[in-house]
């Protein structure tokens, strides 16, 4: 499969916690992208990390990147009803963007 | 930011029509253009990877006579599927690549084949 893994598959919490979502993959990147997904829409580009850089930060977003494990982790900080969506990560090796199988995360008012 | 358009966002059409789809990038040059299918609660599955005036490269799994990709232009890709049956009812989302390594992703076009 060209694809990795993320986990949770699924994810719900309160508004206003953090949420924080895993991914694997399989193969030597250039960078690790995370984008997010509403239902039935296309793709929202939200932070790439490059593989010499271990974390990064955007507003309420923090990823982090280890390549000896070949893993990543996106935190979504006190989070909003608007966060609700489907997160993807995808890793850009061998001028591919491969993405993984996504965490569907839902924010309870 | 720089678009992509994909047309047409959603189409209906009978088994065993061709239906195209287009991905124009509306304000760069793309050097790449990918194409991906994503069934419903899935993740987007790679189909091809296809580069301005040469043949798509196609992943494992996917049938170059049936998913037709031409990139005639540095700002216009097309994917055409052919012989449309129900199984090939999805969401098809491409790509466009910027020489810096960007990629920008069109809306998604949604397939439904009666």
């Known amino acids: 499969s060209q694809q990795g893994e993320e986990d949770p598959q699924a994810l719900s919490i309160q508004e206003g916690e953090n949420a924080t979502m895993n991914c694997s993959y399989k193969?030597?990147?250039?960078?690790l992208q995370w984008y997010r997904q509403n239902s039935g829409r296309g793709l929202v580009h939200l932070i790439l990390?490059?593989?010499?850089?271990r974390e990064k930060h955007s507003g309420r977003l923090r990823v982090t990147l280890d390549t000896s494990k070949k893993s990543s982790s996106l935190l979504i900080t006190a989070s909003r009803a608007a966060d609700t969506a489907s997160y993807f990560c995808?890793?850009?090796?061998?001028?591919?963007?491969?993405f993984g199988q996504g965490t569907r995360l839902t924010i309870n008012p | 930011g720089a678009v992509v358009s994909q047309h047409p966002s959603w189409v209906i059409c009978k088994s065993g029509t061709s239906v195209k789809i287009e991905c124009r990038s509306l304000?760069?040059?793309?050097?790449?253009m990918f194409w991906y299918r994503q069934f419903p609660k899935q993740s987007l599955m790679l189909m091809a990877t296809?580069?301005?005036?040469?043949?798509?490269?196609?992943e494992q799994g996917v049938e170059k006579d049936k998913f037709l990709i031409n990139h005639a232009s540095l700002t216009l890709s097309t994917l055409t599927v052919t012989s449309a049956h129900p199984e090939d009812s999805s969401f098809y989302i491409c790509?466009?690549?910027?020489?810096?390594?960007?990629?920008?992703f069109g809306e998604g076009s949604r397939l439904t084949v009666l």
């Open positions: 790509s466009a690549g910027r020489v810096t390594g960007e990629l920008f």
């Open positions: 193969t030597s990147i250039n960078n």
């Open positions: 990390i490059r593989s010499n850089e």
């Open positions: 995808a890793s850009l090796g061998a001028q591919k963007l491969v």
């Open positions: 304000d760069f040059q793309a050097t790449t």
């Open positions: 296809s580069n301005e005036g040469s043949k798509a490269t196609y």
